[in-house]
């Protein structure tokens, strides 16, 4: 959470994960696969700039494990 709040990216993130929660796949989420894909970890667009990555532990649980800049 101080992440999301020293880059001022709180009402951004509530709004993008409300719409990750109603449906993943969400055009504007942007949401894909990263590489290794074996490894089936994803992430969402919080806006142009910023990603959150996230796993799945089963079809209706799914945890972020991280918010980054999308070209580190």
């Known amino acids: 959470m101080r992440y999301l709040k020293k880059h001022n990216l709180?009402?951004?993130?509530?709004?993008?994960?409300?719409?990750?929660?109603?449906?993943?796949?969400y055009p504007s989420l942007n949401t894909e696969i990263l590489e290794p894909r074996q490894?089936?970890?994803?992430?969402?667009?919080?806006?142009?700039?910023y990603r959150a990555v996230f796993v799945f532990f089963d079809k209706n649980t799914v945890e972020i494990v991280d918010i980054n800049l999308h070209y580190q």
């Open 10 to 25: 709180v009402k951004k993130f509530v709004k993008q994960a409300g719409l990750f929660c109603q449906n993943p796949c």
């Open 39 to 49: 490894l089936k970890i994803y992430s969402f667009r919080i806006d142009s700039k």
